[in-house]
Nanobody, 124 residues
Framework: QVQLVESGGGSVQAGGSLRLSCAYSGLAARPYCMAWFRQAPGMQREGLANIHTAGTTRHNPSVSARFTISKDDAKNTLYLEMSSLAPEDTAIYYC??????????????????WGQGTQVTVSS
């Protein structure tokens, strides 16, 4: 059973930075794709970046200059480094996982495991 637990969200002023973490378990011994999504109030869930078992990453062009996905398999942790945050980045941020290949563009329906989400609020 895959389990994902996000942390690191909070409130930050515009221009600030945050690093989100997602502790994962149950993914060992098979190829998988892990990803970060976000969902703002009244909006559809948006794919931000994904990373494959082998380390290959893809980022949504809308955030690629400011957000970076990475993982530390020794710590079983996925990260999302965010910089130059703006009020429009305010959302609940989710990590997600699926077995097999990473696809891009990202669709939330392709991911079978989700964390509970962590709130990021950016004030102007």
């Amino acid at each position: 059973q895959v389990q994902l637990v996000e942390s690191g969200g909070g409130s930050v002023q515009a221009g600030g930075s945050l690093r989100l973490s997602c502790a994962y378990s149950g993914l060992a011994a098979r190829p998988y794709c892990m990803a970060w999504f976000r969902q703002a109030p009244g909006m559809q869930r948006e794919g931000l970046a994904n990373i494959h078992t082998a380390g290959t990453t893809r980022h949504n062009p809308s955030v690629s200059a400011r957000f970076t996905i990475s993982k530390d398999d020794a710590k079983n942790t996925l990260y999302l480094e965010m910089s130059s945050l703006a009020p429009e980045d305010t959302a609940i941020y989710y990590c997600a996982a699926r077995a097999g290949t990473c696809f891009f563009p990202m669709r939330s329906s392709e991911y079978s495991a989700w964390g509970q989400g962590t709130q990021v609020t950016v004030s102007s």
